[in-house]
């Protein structure tokens, strides 16, 4: 699914760049995601109902996708969390309950990406069958569909706190913590992620 039309199209488009705008930053890490969302799901479609393996490349799409959904799920939902959510809801009368399925949505979130890890690490442990490779397509699916809306959510979000502006001062101050944490989530984040590539979970042999 492209990036929506009415959201591409929607007047905070022509605006400043995302170094200086933390919801512009926000919104874009969305489009970067939404394009890896968007190359699992093409992945998905070249697997024929009933295969019993994975087409040569999708299983390694799909693990590369695993990774910038780690990431996303690891350093985008935490600045979300920490910093641009208490910033919202500080500013908008009873936006702690009116926001409040971002949060859930998060929750969620990360339970479905739990679903993918497991599924990916069963077919690399087991070996194709077409048990393994319906559950990869439908956890991927799940996840990918929850993401979409989530995303379209959540711009919605973006586009009336930007239309009702941020001052410079509370950008640079939204934006500063932000950047802190990016940092020290980045470095918690990057062993991780090798440590995941790099991870085999034993196969039948090894048991
Ligand atoms: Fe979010
Ligand atoms: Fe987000």
Do not use: C
């Amino acid at each position: 699914m492209p990036y929506p039309a009415f959201i591409a199209g929607w007047p905070m488009m022509g605006r400043q760049p995302s170094g200086t705008d933390p919801i512009r930053q926000l919104i874009d890490e969305h489009e970067i995601f939404m394009e890896a969302l968007n190359d699992l799901a093409a992945a998905m479609l070249l697997v024929p109902e009933g295969a019993r393996e994975l087409p040569p490349g999708v299983f390694a799409t799909a693990e590369a996708i695993w990774r910038a959904v780690n990431e996303h799920l690891n350093v985008h939902f935490v600045k979300e969390e920490e910093v641009f959510f208490p910033y919202i809801e500080r500013m908008i009368p009873g936006a702690r309950v009116k926001f409040q399925f971002l949060h859930v949505d998060h929750d969620r979130l990360r339970e479905n990406f739990e679903e993918y890890t497991e599924a990916l690490q069963n077919y690399r442990a087991f070996g194709g069958s077409m048990g393994g490779v319906r559950t990869i397509r439908l956890v991927a699916g799940e996840m990918i569909r929850w993401f979409y809306y989530h995303i379209i959510a959540e711009d919605a979000v973006y586009f009336d706190i930007a239309e009702r502006t941020m001052s410079p001062e509370e950008s640079r101050e939204v934006l500063g913590r932000m950047r802190s944490i990016e940092a020290r989530l980045r470095e918690q984040v990057a062993p991780f992620v090798e440590k995941r590539e790099d991870f085999r979970p034993p196969t039948p042999a090894d048991l």
